[in-house]
Structure formats: C-alpha cells, structure tokens
C-alpha cells in the first residue's frame, strides 16, 4: 500500500521560500503520477502541480513560474519548491499519487488514490 508522507511546511513572510517533501514508503516508482495540491480554509481542494513517470510537469496558472515540481526516485521522495510566496499561497498542501491519472484529469483530486495527511505552509504579508 502506497503511504505518502508530506514535510517541510511553515510560517514565512512573503516572498520567502520553502520546499515540500513527499516521501513515498513503497518507492516512488510504484506511483507513476503524483501531484500537489493544496486547501485553504472554505475552499475547495486545488491542484496545484503534477509530474508524470517521465519528469514531465504541469502546474497551475497561479503558480506557474514560482513552484516546481520534482522527484528524486532514488530517495523515493517529491518535492515542491516555492519561491516568491504571497499570503495567497497559504494552505495545507497535499501529496498524491496513483498508479494512472488521465491526462485530463491530472488536476482533478478525485483521480488520485493516495494522499499524505498534509503540511501546513502559512505566508505572511
């Protein structure tokens, strides 16, 4: 069974950094794609960014620029790197990952079968 465990979230001002971590338990490898999402207090769940089995990555229009997304399968671990942070950005962000998400649907969070309990990132403006 797939346990994907999140860390690396914080308090930082904007325009700071951070970097999330993922740790897949049973390798990353078994995942062939995995994402992050993220949710703010009474809204809805949104994706964020995805990778594919081949490193290829999409994110989303208010990101796209600022956060990337990576894997290291050796480690078994994805990551997200988040530069130029706004108060906007605050939420608890999520891992996932499944063995097959459609194309179509790679920002969708109901594609996804496996989710980490979550890491709090909180930006102050």
């Known amino acids: 069974q797939v346990q994907l465990v999140e860390s690396g979230g914080g308090s930082v001002e904007a325009g700071g950094s951070l970097r999330l971590s993922c740790e897949d338990s049973?390798?990353?490898?078994?995942?062939?794609?995995m994402a992050w999402f993220r949710q703010a207090p009474g809204k809805e769940r949104e994706g964020v960014a995805t990778?594919?089995?081949?490193?290829?990555?999409q994110y989303a229009d208010s990101v796209e620029g600022r956060f990337t997304i990576s894997k290291d399968n050796a480690k078994n671990t994805l990551y997200l790197q988040m530069n130029k942070l706004q108060p906007e950005d605050t939420a608890m962000y999520y891992c996932?990952?499944?063995?097959?998400?459609?194309?179509?649907?790679?920002?969708?969070?109901?594609?996804?079968?496996?989710w980490g309990q979550g890491t709090q990132v909180t930006v102050s403006s």
């Open positions: 996932a990952a499944d063995s097959w998400v459609a194309y179509s649907l790679r920002f969708s969070s109901h594609a996804y079968g496996h």
């Open positions: 049973r390798g990353i490898a078994s995942s062939d794609y």
């Open positions: 990778i594919d089995k081949d490193g290829r990555a």
